[in-house]
């Protein structure tokens, strides 16, 4: 075999082997990469036509938007639940207009708090500030309001209560009392301080106050009266003629509108019992009517018949 014959089998094994090695060398590395948009890639890969194609373009999105929106009408529309339906009130037609005013005032109101819910909620702090300081004013107010001023007799002196009989006729309700008769104040703090005594004397008297030791002269009927020295003490001479010479005190005397007596009565009075003389003789039921039968069937300012206090 010659060397011929050698050489050429060599050199095709390194041939051979030497080819797919440069081949190999020779490609270019392919780097990993996304693939490009395209419409093999949109045939590969199946998208949903209610999902939106993450490789789209922005025009693309809205051609398929605009798409689904006419698949969308085409859906079943499902049928809402049935709800209770209240029949609508009868209005009448001129408060109609009212209503209706209301009612969008109402939604305007609403639809402005909504838009600004702290404007509102500062309205809201602000009212509930002044209702509180108008509440407080109030009751400020109607704790410094002076208290409704009691009912007091009206005391007069006999001169000026029948100054004024010559104006307008009443009975005199006279007081004979003295500085250091203790029933005497007793009377003034309980019986003359009640209000339906008071208001009935001053209704239908004129109330006098007298002092029977009352030094200063007294006029009445023309006549002056002065004062007269009795023991340790003195009286006016128009209390002993009151009183019939019989100065005992408290006592109370009543003249009609002639100026002339009724009766005197020399005790303490309370006001229940008081209060049933002065209407005794205040209506003219003395003229008609037993005292006894009166008392029995007189009701008070209370309400009560004083056969039943």
């Excluded at 014959?5 to 190999?24: E, K, T, Y």
């Excluded at 001129?94 to 969008?104: P, Q, S, V, W």
């Excluded at 404007?119 to 509930?128: A, I, V």
């Excluded at 003490?233 to 005190?249: P, T, V």
């Amino acid at each position: 075999m010659t060397m011929r014959n050698l050489i050429v089998p060599l050199v095709l094994v390194f041939l051979a082997h030497a080819l797919p090695a440069q081949r190999s060398n020779t490609q270019p590395k392919l780097q990993p990469t996304t693939a490009a948009p395209s419409q093999t890639t949109s045939t590969s890969r199946q998208i949903s036509p209610d999902q939106p194609n993450p490789t789209a373009t922005a025009t693309d999105r809205n051609n398929q938007n605009s798409g689904n929106s006419g698949k969308n009408t085409k859906k079943k529309i499902t049928k809402p639940r049935s709800a209770t339906v209240y029949p609508a009130p009868t209005v009448q037609p001129l408060d109609a207009g009212k209503k209706t005013e209301t009612a969008a005032s109402d939604r305007n109101a609403t639809d402005k708090s909504s838009a600004n819910p702290s404007q509102t909620s500062g309205k809201t702090t602000q009212n509930t500030h002044q209702t509180t300081a108008g509440q407080l004013q109030n009751q400020k107010t109607l704790a410094t309001a002076a208290p409704e001023k009691p009912i007091k007799v009206e005391w007069l002196t006999i001169e000026e209560a029948t100054e004024r009989c010559k104006i307008e006729k009443k009975k005199i309700f006279i007081d004979v009392y003295t500085s250091w008769c203790g029933w005497c104040k007793r009377m003034d703090e309980t019986t003359f301080s009640d209000p339906a005594v008071a208001k009935y004397l001053n209704d239908n008297y004129y109330a006098v106050k007298l002092d029977a030791e009352q030094e200063q002269d007294i006029v009445f009927k023309d006549k002056t009266y002065h004062y007269k020295k009795m023991g340790n003490r003195g009286y006016n001479e128009f209390a002993i003629e009151l009183l019939n010479n019989r100065l005992s005190f408290p006592t109370v005397v009543f003249l009609n509108e002639d100026l002339e007596v009724i009766q005197a009565l020399a005790t303490y009075l309370d006001a229940p019992k008081f209060e049933t003389i002065i209407n005794y003789f205040g209506t003219d039921n003395h003229k008609k009517t037993p005292w006894e039968a009166y008392e029995r069937t007189f009701v008070r300012s209370g309400g009560l018949p004083n056969d039943r206090k």
